[in-house]
């Protein structure tokens, strides 16, 4: 069974220090890795999709990188507005629509002034 | 112009009543998702439609229904309501991109069971 684990569950930074948040998988076969984030009240908010180990993919403070076992979010400098909850989920090899994402607990950020 | 949206967005019902929650969306996607997030905030896939016919079914208890009259809409019914069905329900959508299906999500029902 495919399994995403996220740590840590929570982290508190103060603004300007840069830090990563960790996803380690195990999958049959990673078709895709995503990342979301989350705010409260809302919807998962697709960021980055990262398909094959050694791939990165940046958007403003955020950068996704991704191994063999795991994936790191890397956020720099980050701001208060940056403060949610960020999801990790794995697509396995699988027909079509049959691949489904499993999720982690995700891990909640956040950034003090 | 929300991409995925799903109505209500809050519901509070009494044990044992039968409620539906819709869920549009105008992405053009062929799939379509419930997810159920627990108050430990787990999202956890419940059904998925692809082009109006079923193709998951997680192991979800038979009082919930899911209709999809055609591909950009997703519904869901829950019958005979338990405390436990109380969470944070959302729909999504997504499309084959080379076989990786990137899920878009709605801003989600808050269903409470009282």
């Known amino acids: 069974e495919d399994q995403v684990t996220q740590s840590p569950e929570a982290l508190r930074l103060q603004e300007g220090e840069s830090s990563s948040l960790n996803c380690s998988y195990t999958v049959s076969g990673l078709r895709g890795l995503f990342w979301y984030r989350q705010d409260p009240g809302k919807g998962p908010e697709f960021l980055f999709t990262l398909y094959s180990a050694g791939e990165e993919k940046e958007k403003e403070r955020l950068k996704a990188t991704l191994t063999k076992k795991e994936s790191f979010l890397h956020i720099t400098a980050p701001k208060p507005e940056d403060s949610a909850t960020y999801l990790c989920?794995?697509?396995?090899f699988g027909t079509g629509a049959n691949s489904k994402l499993t999720f982690g607990k995700g891990i909640t950020l956040s950034v003090r002034p | 112009d929300t991409a995925v949206s799903q109505t209500p967005k809050y519901l509070v019902t009494q044990m044992g009543n039968d409620k539906s929650i819709k869920c549009e969306q105008n992405l053009g996607h062929d799939t379509m998702y419930w997810y159920k997030q627990d108050s430990k905030k787990f999202l956890k896939i419940m059904f998925s439609?692809?082009?109006?016919?079923?193709?998951i079914n997680e192991t979800v208890p038979n009082r919930f229904s899911p209709k999809s009259p055609d591909k950009a809409h997703l519904n869901l019914h829950i019958n005979s309501l338990e405390l436990g069905d109380s969470a944070v329900y959302f729909c999504?959508?997504?499309?084959?991109?080379?076989?990786?299906?990137?899920?878009?999500f709605g801003q989600g029902t808050r269903l409470t069971v009282v």
């Open positions: 439609y692809n082009n109006k016919e079923l193709i």
């Open positions: 999504a959508s997504s499309q084959d991109l080379g076989g990786v299906r990137a899920a878009f």
């Open positions: 989920a794995v697509q396995a």
